[in-house]
């Protein structure tokens, strides 16, 4: 069952009201046009009575709000909508007597073409009736679907669902702050509050966000915006909040705030399938949180999944924070082998190397001398020579007399020797 | 699908394993304990790092997380994937010789959960600083890891976790494979053992590390 609201004078700023009004009965209600509204009362009868009884309550909250709006139930939105804009008043269209109450109106309310008007009118169809009683396989031979379509909204027949009406989605909120604030507690007391508010907001329309905005004006007007990017979407308060007062604390504002505003970009949430068999992964939201307080620690750059780019040049990496990681387990080898692992000195060690035969000797370094009892090499790279940091090196695997092996280079670019790192 | 946990009987209690997947280590040891500290030491050269890049690789590649902390920076990722680590299942914090760093962020990594091996590299940290290290650290660790999931792989040259460690491995370089004519040598690998101090065992393992280039 349906009830159309019609406004029955043009009320361009009652608009606002008339979905006011709409929201008062149920969240479900479509905004046909800027004046219509069409609200899904299906099992409304026990809270509201019989569909005279429901659309006297309407009127009388309409009256209230001063609309003065035309009411229809029907048991289809089209014909509750015809029925509102066609008669004043109350109209209660009863089930299964749609196509009398609409059959007098003219076909210049349907939503026809102008072509298919002028067709219509040639024939003679004036009224929706008229066009009900064509025979139907004509109408279809003639119009094809289009046709069909408006012959069953002539009839009354046509059923349709609702689109719901849902407010403009705007996921921002901001405030002027009486006196500046200079400490960080009250500010986030402030920012807390809009996090809160946000996150409600983002959890109605069944969201989260994976980037925040903090833009905090300064005395002066002086703005400072600080961007929060999430590897995985969000939409509880509490990290969020955590997480803009660790970038706050690492990034302080330089002068008094006197104004705070907060944008959250509204994204899906994530969604994830997990299984019975899988193994436990840290919860995103917990290990965002502990990453950026790890970073905070260590330093910006210093904790992340490391990746290896696509070069030969010895020693490269990428860090970056993320989220997904690959729980699905991988097919189980027959044996794994255990590979040498090297130790790298970050920077490399400069050397001085005794050579005999061309090959090292003896090497002296911070903290590291001794003769070479074995080694291998010298295995020759270059690289990226059209770079200014372009390399150079030959490198060699020695066996101390200090019962350690390391890897040891000669930079043919810059004429001197390093330890790049130890195997262990 | 993935080898299931054993279960291993320590004298009066009875300790949750994983199994990594190195025939060697599991029939030494029974698997890497679960909800313990773990601890493998030995000089420098004699295979710790590489049994340590094994676990990773057992670990990830079983769909766990992983975590290092670096006290020294000395991760290098690129020996990590050809030791079969998955380094998009780990996390991975470079602490810049700085203990204090590095024992904090082990704790906020234990007590953030979810993760299936959490290491504690302190090899290359002075003796001066590691002294200073106070034993209630490894209290509160081994507190925070019992009836979790996760284990807690410590590597030094000396042992430090003392009595919170449930398993304490040694590592001795036996031999050093060099081929090759003098003066073309290649090398091919380290040989190590492996040497159970805590529980106390007379069997040890045999393992090789391949050095690939």
């Known amino acids: ?424 | 699908m993935a080898a299931s946990p054993q279960i291993l009987s320590f004298p009066g209690r009875v300790q949750l394993t994983e199994p990594t997947g190195i025939p060697e280590f599991d029939r030494l040891t029974g698997g890497l304990p679960t909800g313990a500290i773990t601890e493998i030491f030995g000089s420098p050269s004699s295979g710790r790092t590489s049994l340590l890049l094994s676990l990773f690789a057992a670990m990830s590649m079983q769909g766990k997380v992983c975590a290092l902390v670096d006290s020294t920076d000395s991760f290098d990722p690129a020996s990590a994937e050809r030791a079969g680590v998955r380094l998009a299942n780990l996390v991975w914090v470079r602490c810049n010789r700085h203990a204090g760093h590095a024992f904090k962020a082990a704790d906020m990594l234990l007590h953030g959960g979810g993760f299936g091996l959490i290491a504690l590299d302190l090899a290359d940290l002075p003796r001066r600083v590691l002294q200073h290290i106070p034993l209630s650290y490894w209290y509160r660790f081994r507190r925070a890891i019992e009836h979790t999931p996760a284990s807690l792989v410590v590597l030094s040259t000396e042992p430090q976790v003392k009595s919170c460690a449930t398993l304490l491995l040694e590592t001795k370089r036996s031999r050093l494979d060099l081929s090759g004519a003098p003066g073309f040598h290649l090398l091919r690998g380290l040989e190590m053992q492996l040497l159970p101090r805590k529980p106390v065992r007379s069997a040890t393992a045999q393992l090789r590390a391949e050095a690939i280039r």
């Not at chain 1, 909120?173 to 500046?180: F, K, V």
């Not at chain 1, 705030?257 to 939201?285: C, K």
């Open chain 1, 1 to 424: 069952m349906y009830a159309c609201l019609h406004l029955s004078e043009s009320q361009e700023e009652a608009g606002e009201s008339l979905l006011a009004l709409a929201r008062q009965f149920t969240p479900l209600f479509e905004r046909a046009a800027p004046e219509t509204v069409v609200l899904a009362m299906e099992g409304m009868e026990r809270l509201l009575g019989s569909p005279l009884e429901m659309a006297e309550a309407i009127e009388k909250q309409a009256r209230e709000a001063n609309l003065s709006v035309r009411i229809a139930i029907a048991g289809n939105p089209d014909a509750a909508i015809y029925a509102a804009r066609s008669y004043s008043g109350i109209t209660i269209v009863p089930p299964g007597e749609e196509q009398k109450w609409l059959g007098s109106l003219d076909i210049s309310h349907l939503p026809l073409t102008p072509e298919t008007e002028e067709t219509l009118r040639r024939w003679g169809i004036r009224t929706f009736a008229q066009l009900a009683a064509l025979p139907e396989t004509g109408v279809a031979a003639r119009f094809g679907q289009e046709g069909v379509h408006l012959q069953r909204i002539a009839r009354g027949e046509y059923s349709r669902p609702l689109i719901p009406w849902h407010p403009d989605l705007t996921f921002e909120r901001h405030e002027e702050l009486e006196h500046p604030v200079e400490l960080l507690e009250p500010l986030l007391f402030v920012i807390g509050r809009q996090i809160h508010e946000i996150c409600d907001a983002l959890r109605q329309s069944s969201l989260a966000t994976n980037e925040i905005q903090l833009v905090l004006t300064l005395e002066g007007n002086v703005e400072n915006r600080r961007t929060l990017r999430l590897p995985v979407p969000l939409n509880i308060a509490a990290p969020l909040r955590q997480l803009i007062q660790l970038d706050l604390e690492a990034h302080p504002p330089q002068a008094a705030i006197t104004g705070v505003r907060i944008e959250a970009r509204p994204v899906m949430p994530q969604r994830l399938q997990t299984g019975l068999f899988l193994p436990q992964a840290p919860e995103p939201a917990k290990l965002e949180l502990t990453l950026k307080r790890i970073e905070k620690l260590v330093g910006e750059g210093r904790v992340g999944t490391p990746e290896i780019p696509d070069t030969h040049r010895p020693g490269a990496f990428r860090i970056q924070l993320r989220q997904a990681f690959q729980t699905e387990p991988a097919r189980q080898e027959e044996r794994r082998q255990i590979s040498l692992a090297l130790r790298i000195y970050r920077p490399p060690l400069e050397a001085e190397v005794d050579l005999r035969d061309g090959a090292p000797a003896r090497i002296k370094a911070a903290g590291i001398r001794g003769r070479v009892l074995n080694y291998a090499g010298p295995w020759r790279t270059a690289g990226d020579w059209w770079r200014n940091d372009a390399w150079s090196r030959a490198e060699w695997d020695i066996a101390l007399s200090d019962q350690s092996l390391y890897r040891i280079y000669f930079d043919m670019r810059e004429d001197r020797w390093f330890i790049e790192g130890r195997y262990d």
